[in-house]
């Protein structure tokens, strides 16, 4: 009864925030019922049989409606990684003609579809950083719901959660996935949220997330959190933009943080994470390592199909392209378990152009982002924009291990810096005589 008291809550709470708030709250909502994905919970039966996303994605297109006017600013081809999106959606389409797969092809490139229209209308109704704060908590409050049904559930699956996930990430490693990006943020939003009730909030979230990562016990997902927080508390610590007491507040957080982990870490978590870098390929069993061999099978396969096979085709030709040494289980149509590989055997050498292109535009962007709020003296914003990066980075670094092309996790982290780059770098020089960010930069190197 709890679960359904909150999605109601949640669902009504946040259309009505929409008209009477700000029309992003209604992006907010999709990302809220993203994660409760009531089709498949145990409670589901106790809602009605609606298509939620579909309502929260029409609820989306008219509150963009009631601020088209403000939201006519926030041009879409201005982002760069905005046009990479555009592009691999449109490979999607073209790589249709000669799939090997064309059922599953078609419906993943019509989902594709859906998901850049969506993330259109979500760049469209984030016009401010009030926008983006509400986004971005909404990304927190949906992964703290899905750790608090992790910690339901506990471990289900011998040392793992299954079954838990929401549409695109339904096994335990698509789980850890989709909510790894949200501890790095929800620890940002803590340290500067000045209200009680907010950091309680935020704790608490912060702590079934981390929770979450050690019931499910994904490795990549360990991997990507931790290398986030790193990167993140380093930037915190060694920046010279600083708060007042930030480097006593940083050294508090870690050894909390750290007291917190000590209490949450069982003796399960501790092996498998001790497996990392000790499992080899094997021509007896399958392991980890194994992903190598799939990934070096990927590159010879991309060099017979150079424009890519369509989705699911690695699985097909994976018998042809495995080394026959290499024990791949049951079955030697296996997936290629990497992002970067999946997007070279599914859409080809272009496709994994875009995908590179999209990630490294969105670092570009941001790093743009912080050189204007340095300028600007603003140091929340500017490490808003150093915790988008390592939300993004906690993702890559995930989806290294998982097949994640189509994930919208992934393009959300991709929006979300696309977004900071429009509010803080395009829509602060719009209004001057010398209008884009580039051009401003090449007249400063020329008055050198």
Not at 106 to 131: P, Q, T
Not at 151 to 166: P, S
Not at 171 to 178: C, F, I, L, Q, Y
Request: aromatic share 16%; glycine share 6%.
């Amino acid at each position: 009864m709890l679960n359904v008291l909150m999605f109601f809550s949640t669902f009504l709470g946040g259309a009505i925030m929409t008209f009477a708030s700000t029309p992003v709250f209604a992006f907010a909502l999709y990302q809220a019922v993203y994660f409760f994905y009531p089709q498949n919970r145990w409670w589901g039966g106790m809602v009605p049989d609606l298509a939620y996303s579909f309502y929260t994605v029409v609820l989306m297109a008219l509150a963009l409606l009631t601020c088209f006017k403000d939201a006519q600013q926030n041009k879409l081809l201005a982002a760069p990684q905005m046009r990479w999106l555009f592009l691999i959606m449109i490979l999607f389409v073209t790589t249709s003609f000669y799939a090997v797969f064309p059922i599953f092809h078609d419906d993943a490139m019509v989902n594709f579809i859906k998901l850049a229209i969506i993330m259109s209308i979500a760049y469209k109704l984030i016009i401010g950083d009030r926008e983006l704060n509400i986004a971005l908590w909404g990304y927190i409050f949906g992964s703290w719901y899905i750790s608090f049904v992790a910690f339901q559930i506990g471990r289900n699956a011998g040392d793992r959660v299954e079954g838990i996930g929401a549409v695109d990430s339904p096994d335990a490693n698509g789980t850890a996935a989709s909510i790894a990006p949200a501890l790095v943020l929800a620890f940002y939003y803590f340290w500067v949220t000045k209200n009680k009730l907010a950091k309680a909030a935020l704790a608490i979230a912060g702590v079934f997330i981390a929770n979450a990562i050690v019931l499910i016990n994904s490795r990549g997902a360990f991997l990507g959190v931790a290398i986030s927080m790193i990167y993140f508390i380093y930037h915190m610590y060694f920046s010279r933009f600083q708060r007042k007491n930030q480097k006593v507040t940083v050294i508090a957080l870690v050894v909390c943080g750290l007291i917190g982990a000590s209490v949450i870490v069982d003796k399960s978590f501790i092996d498998r994470m001790g497996t990392i870098n000790k499992e080899k390929v094997s021509e007896d069993q399958e392991s980890g390592a194994t992903r190598t061999a799939f990934w070096m099978a990927a590159w010879d396969m991309a060099k017979d199909h150079p424009m890519g096979v369509g989705v699911a085709g690695f699985q097909y030709y994976a018998p042809v392209y495995i080394n026959e040494n290499v024990n791949t289980g049951e079955s030697r149509n296996r997936a290629v378990h990497s992002t970067w590989f999946e997007a070279l055997s599914e859409l080809g050498y272009p496709g994994f152009i875009a995908l590179i292109g999209m990630i490294l535009s969105s670092f570009m962007t941001m790093s743009k982002a912080r050189k204007v709020l340095r300028e600007r003296n603003q140091i929340d914003e500017y490490f808003k924009v150093r915790a988008i990066e390592g939300a993004l980075l906690a993702f890559i670094i995930t989806m290294t291990f998982l097949n994640r092309l189509r994930a919208d996790v992934l393009y959300w982290c991709v929006l979300y810096s696309a977004c900071a780059y429009n509010i803080y770098v395009i829509k602060q020089y719009e209004s001057r005589s010398v209008n884009t960010y580039e051009e401003i930069e090449k007249k400063k190197k020329i008055s050198r």
